[in-house]
């Protein structure tokens, strides 16, 4: 990454007209009978509003998506957070989450990344009002929020008791139409570097979700990048993160001076699902 010439978000709140959208376009609105979701990822804050991520302030970064999302006239009926909220995890660090999303009054639900302690994070943010049940009944939809994250190991792994658990939930959800989120990628980037961080029972997993024409999307956070790729009829989507941008198709770790930004997800009752990856970029 250009240390110098580097996105920085203290001077950033707006769309970049050579991004994927532009400010007016953001506003996408919605149908009759459309579930519409924010997925915001790897915030990795750290346990002060200075801290700094690869050369970047997270907690501003965050602040200003935030805020860009306020002012537009479509709203999110819920958030979706997957993972990797902090950077160092400490109570201090969960406050500033809550912090961020003051004033924000649609349901925020979450999944921990390999940076977050589940146990902490539950603690400071349940009682703010942040959800962590593993189910979401909506409508016609569900969304399965799952754990992929282990002590002490950047690598994802759900682990029997989770996939078995996965399984039968799928087997009694038959009418319904389904999103999984989840930290972790369970399929390749195209990353090396990164796709040894995957889920390392993602055979298990897909193996599942392949017997259920009901499973529409997995969404997922980890590779700080957009990805959209469909594999058995169903739609794997990475979202790029609120702060630094790790660059695609690299054979070692790197950094991109790509702007941060958010994937806008919209399901309707009929089993349809659209979404766009918007990014914040600097003001012209």
Known sequence: MAAENAWRPEACITFSATKRFTASAA???????????VQL????LGSTSDHRYRGVNPFASLT????????????????????????APCSATYDLVAQAFEGHTAPIHFVPGNHDVPALMSSHLQPVGFHDDPVIRWGNWCILLMNSAQPESPKGKLGPHA????????NGMQEQWIVIAVHHH???????????????????????????????????????????VMWSDIRFL???????????????????????????????????????????????
Do not use: N
């Open 163 to 170: 996939c078995q658990w996965l399984s039968d939930t799928l």
């Open 186 to 228: 369970p399929i390749a980037s195209g990353s090396a570097w990164m796709d040894t961080m995957m889920i390392e029972d993602q055979d298990v997993f897909l193996k599942i979700i392949q017997r259920h024409p009901q499973v529409k999307a997995v969404l997922f956070g980890h590779v700080h990048q957009e990805l959209d």
């Open 41 to 44: 990822t790897d915030f990795h």
């Open 238 to 284: 990475g979202a790029p993160s609120t702060c630094v941008q790790f660059e695609p198709q690299s054979k070692t770790f790197a950094t991109t001076d790509a702007y941060p930004g958010y994937r806008w997800i919209e399901l309707d009752e009929e089993g349809r699902l659209s979404t766009r990856v918007v990014r914040i970029g600097p003001k012209d």
């Open 64 to 87: 200003q998506t935030l805020s860009h999302l306020k002012a537009q006239s479509a709203q999110p009926d819920r958030y979706l957070l997957t993972g990797d909220l902090a950077e």
């Open 27 to 37: 506003a996408i609105v919605a149908t009759p009978k459309t579930h519409r979701i």
